[in-house]
Structures are given as C-alpha cells and as structure tokens.
C-alpha cells in the first residue's frame, strides 16, 4: 500500500464544475503540499498545509491531520485548470517528500 | 524575485556518457531538492542538500551524487548513464532543512539518454 494515496486517478469535468481531490496518507506529517504539474513538466506549489484550512482564489485546500485527509477543491474550473495535481507528504521523521500519484484533471470547455 | 533556475533545459546523451545538471535556487534559500520524474512515474525523491551538506538520500544507486555549494546553487552528477535514466530531473529549494517550509520548484531538464 502506498503511502500516499489520491484520488481519482483521472478526472474530466465541464467547465464551471466543482471539483474534488482527495489525498490520504498513512505516514506522521509535519506538513502537506498540493502541486499543480502543467504538460512538459512545469511543477508549481499551490499550497502547504499542516492544518485546517487555506484559500487561493478559486482553490481551496483543507486537511484533517485525525483522518490523514486532505482534499483540493476548485471552484468554478476553467479549463486552464487542466494539470496534474500532486499531493506530497513531508515526513516528520526525516523530512523527506513523499508524493502521491497524481491526479490528472481535464477541464472541457 | 527570480525562481528557482535550472540548466539546461534539454539535454542528449548516450549510454555510457556522464551529466552534470545545475540548479539556483531562490534567493535566500538554503535548501536544495532533487527529483527525477521518469516517463510514466511518479515524482522520485533523489536527493536533499541543506548548507553544503547531503541531508538525505533516495533509492538511488551511487552514480546519481551531487554537491551543493557555498552559494547554495547545485549540481546533479550523473555517471555511466542508463536507458532507463531517461526523465525530468527538478530541483527545488526551501528556506531550510525541508521542516514544513514550501518547496519551489525549477523548470526541470530534460534528459534524453539513447
């Protein structure tokens, strides 16, 4: 089992659609990153949690540190939405990142 | 405030042959991160540097090294290149030893080995 699970795997939605990612882990956390990989690779940090919630214009992120849950929101998606999203954990025994899967989302106009 | 910058972008070698990739990191941050992203994996933890020094390592064999000098840039050294060594290379950097600081990523290289 890895120790970073997201889900869904893949994600296609219309424009204006509420989405939801969700990331769960299985390891002590000292915090939690949401990334956003755009084609060709380009990787951007969107968020670093280590509780409760956070808000960057339409994303929204929130963690639940009791369940080791997390979850990406986007409101109002546009298809400039259209990535990768990656949930990574910062271990707090070693500091070490450990990435989800990913999430690939297509937003259609 | 400039990123974090990576270079080069792209890159071509041949089995065998030696790289060396380079990354700055943003003003004022000490800690530096390698990842390597292979065609269809995941993000992979290579290596931490913080203040000179190699804090952590990943699952890599030891033909993957690197420093970090003392103006904090980096260098990812990679020997007798393989097939499989083919992938995105990113380097990121943070205030300090990674403890909850956010990481900020480069752009990435590019390596082709054939």
């Known amino acids: 089992k890895n120790e970073v699970e997201q889900s869904p795997q893949n994600l296609t939605a219309q424009e204006g659609e509420f989405i939801t990612i969700n990331c769960s882990y299985s390891?002590?956390?000292?915090?939690l990153h949401w990334l956003q990989q755009h084609p060709g690779g380009g990787i951007v940090s969107l968020f670093m949690l280590s509780s409760g919630k956070k808000k960057h214009g339409r994303l929204i992120a929130t963690i639940n540190i009791q369940e080791k849950h997390s979850s990406l929101h986007i409101t109002a998606s546009h298809p400039r939405d259209s990535a990768v999203y990656i949930c990574?954990?910062?271990?707090?025994?070693?500091?070490?990142?450990?990435w989800g899967a990913g999430t690939k989302l297509i937003i259609k106009p | 405030e400039a990123g974090v910058t990576q270079s080069p972008t792209h890159l071509i070698k041949t089995r065998g042959q030696q790289v060396t990739l380079r990354c700055s990191p943003i003003s004022g941050h000490t800690s530096v991160y390698w990842y390597q992203q292979a065609l269809g994996l995941g993000l992979q933890f290579l290596l931490w540097y913080d203040e000179g020094e190699e804090r952590n390592r990943g699952n890599f064999p030891p033909r993957f090294s690197g420093r970090q000098f003392p103006n904090y840039s980096s260098e990812l050294n990679v020997n007798a290149l393989e097939l499989e060594d083919s992938a995105l290379y990113l380097c990121?950097?943070?205030?300090?030893?990674?403890?909850?600081?956010?990481?900020?990523f480069g752009p990435g290289t590019r390596l082709t080995v054939t």
């Open positions: 990121a950097s943070s205030l300090e030893e990674g403890r909850g600081y956010e990481q900020y």
């Open positions: 390891v002590g956390i000292s915090a």
């Open positions: 990574a954990v910062l271990m707090d025994s070693n500091y070490q990142l450990i």
